[in-house]
T-cell receptor, first 120, second 114 residues
Framework: GAVVSQHPSWVICKSGTSVKIECRSL??????MFWYRQFPKQSLMLMAT?????????EQGVEKDKFLINHASLTLSTLTVTSAHPEDSSFYIC????????????????FGPGTRLTVL | GQSLEQPSEVTAVEGAIVQINCTYQ??????LSWYQQHDGGAPTFLSY????GLEETGRFSSFLSRSDSYGYLLLQELQMKDSASYFC???????????????FGKGTKLSVKP
């Protein structure tokens, strides 16, 4: 199956600083990647859809100026949490699909290992 | 609105059979998927049903009834390593009627006891 990596796997930062999380598709090109946030014992909440070469599409209630997304290439999307606060502490997970996903029989989406962000 | 309902927790013993139900209400429907997530890990794909009926993959099976907006994941011969959270997910309708994003249920935490 396709492999998606994330870096870093965890990060601790002070309140007010910015943190960048990278998501890479290692063995396929992804025109679209997805960023999720997951609080403890909660579901995965879609934050935004990252589109290569164009602006990200944010879900309702997600501040685009706070969560900056850049999909600079077909294998890399980055999420920058700007001016992080303790309430931004969460598990951030990216996912991607091979470009022909609409024709796939299994509708599978491949997830990265996640990044645990702790803001002090 | 869109919603997926599944039980929050299930407990079973090794060797048993467990069924995790999922009912959904979405703007569009392009299949029901199931994902497994161990604590601190990434969700991994288990199964997908686009049509009514049962799909079997080893110890895991998944069922879909589109008329009832209902599906379930069946886990047989439970093992300790099956202790994890299980999420059902539906792809909703996107712009222009195309496939949209995966919408996840809140997850069912399965605890397998010796």
């Amino acid at each position: 199956g396709a492999v998606v990596s994330q870096h870093p796997s965890w990060v601790i930062c002070k309140s007010g600083t910015s943190v960048k999380i990278e998501c890479r598709s290692l063995d396929f090109q992804a025109t679209t990647m997805f960023w999720y946030r997951q609080f403890p014992k909660q579901s995965l909440m879609l934050m935004a859809t990252s589109n290569e070469g164009s602006k990200a599409t944010y879900e309702q209630g997600v501040e685009k100026d706070k969560f900056l997304i850049n999909h600079a290439s077909l294998t890399l999307s980055t999420l920058t949490v700007t001016s992080a606060h303790p309430e931004d502490s969460s598990f951030y997970i990216c996912s991607a699909q091979p470009p022909d996903y609409s024709g796939r029989a299994d509708n599978e989406q491949f997830f990265g290992p996640g990044t645990r962000l702790t803001v002090l | 609105g869109q919603s997926l309902e599944q039980p929050s927790e299930v407990t079973a013993v090794e060797g048993a059979i467990v069924q995790i139900n999922c009912t959904y209400q979405t703007s569009g429907f392009y299949g029901l998927s199931w994902y497994q997530q161990h604590d601190g890990g990434a969700p991994t794909f288990l199964s997908y049903n686009a049509l009514d009926g049962l799909e079997e993959t080893g110890r895991f099976s998944s069922f879909l009834s589109r008329s009832d907006s209902y599906g379930y994941l069946l886990l047989q011969e439970l093992q300790m390593k099956d202790s994890a959270s299980y999420f059902c997910a539906v792809r909703d309708r996107g712009y222009g009627g195309s496939q949209g994003n995966l919408i996840f249920g809140k997850g069912t935490k399965l605890s397998v006891k010796p």
